[in-house]
């Protein structure tokens, strides 16, 4: 699809096109909390979605030059695994101090790794350029309308994976908040089908780029301090289309800080004996701080975490 409106169509699209090859993940219960379980997809993370739907959707001729991306590591993982499976060459560009587990599992599925020369907003701009002197096709993660109707797809499970009815029910969403692909993708197919379904997009303290735009501050000015979270670190590039979806389906936005994220990492790994990655924590940080009346549902976004920070965290 070459439009760039996303509606609650396209995501079920998305999701006839990649049924199979992702998992339907599980929504437990852990404590009072829903947890949706994207740390089980088969790169560790939900970003395998959107880059399924976009890579199984272009054309040969348009994967001719190869696929370039940049990534923090999982999106580069979904890149990674989708190239495989339509056999195309795979260029990643990572920031200087990626993860290393992130990193070795992308080269593990063939791409090529290109390191910048700083974090993930010099990455992505060394990609975008490396992408035009190639003449390649361009992978964003989060500035593309077919990424986030991939993305969607977990809005349609957890609408289906929620008992019935819906309607009087207090129900959140929690969602980790970067470049916003996630959330446009999951508030808009949710809204679609339960319009009263409440989404909460969630930052760090580090880098709270679109929680300042929807309170109406200046993101140019945002001055981002480094964050264990590092998959929700760097700038939202300019005129990105997922500002405006944001706008229509997020009801409001939280930052946790870094101690908070920490205790989350903790809290998971007692109440279901897993690891999920510091992303992942910051909507099980902001869930838990709610109304114990509120019924809370979190995305677990991934489970890449690094080897050092589960030995510093200790198990539990």
Not at 61 to 87: D, I, Q, T, Y
Not at 126 to 154: C, K, M
């Amino acid at each position: 699809m070459s439009s760039q409106r996303v509606d609650l169509e396209r995501i079920r699209e998305a999701r006839r096109r990649i049924e199979g090859l992702v998992t339907s993940t599980p929504l437990a219960k852990a404590g009072r909390l829903r947890l949706k379980c994207e740390n089980h997809q088969p790169t560790g993370s939900f970003k395998v979605r959107g880059a399924l739907n976009k890579i199984l959707g272009a054309s040969p001729r348009e994967l001719a030059p190869g696929v370039v991306a940049a990534s923090a590591g999982n999106h580069g993982l979904g890149v990674a695994f989708a190239c495989k499976l339509r056999g195309t060459r795979a260029t990643i560009v990572v920031p200087r101090h990626a993860v290393g587990a992130k990193v070795a599992g992308i080269i593990a599925l063939g791409a090529e790794i290109v390191r910048a020369d700083g974090g993930y907003a010099e990455a992505e701009l060394e990609g975008q350029n490396l992408a035009h002197s190639r003449g390649a096709f361009w992978v964003s993660p989060y500035n593309d309308p077919d990424v986030i109707a991939g993305q969607g797809t977990i809005g349609l499970e957890i609408v289906s994976q929620l008992e019935l009815p819906l309607a009087g029910r207090r129900i959140t969403i929690y969602v980790p908040v970067s470049g916003g692909g996630l959330i446009s993708g999951i508030g808009l197919a949710v809204k679609g089908l339960a319009a009263g379904v409440r989404i909460v997009g969630v930052q760090t303290e580090a880098a709270p780029y679109i929680h300042t735009f929807l309170t109406g501050g200046d993101i140019d000015k945002v001055v981002e301090t480094p964050t264990i979270a590092d998959g929700l670190a760097g700038p939202v590039e300019h005129g990105s289309i997922t500002l405006e979806l944001i706008k229509t389906v997020v009801d409001d936005t939280q930052l946790v800080d870094e101690a908070s994220i920490r205790e989350a990492l903790r809290w998971v790994r007692r109440e279901t004996g897993e690891w999920v990655e510091p992303s992942a924590a910051v909507g099980v940080a902001a869930a838990l701080r709610q109304d114990p009346g509120q019924e809370a549902v979190v995305i677990l976004s991934g489970g890449n975490i690094d080897q050092a920070l589960k030995d510093e965290l200790g198990d539990g």
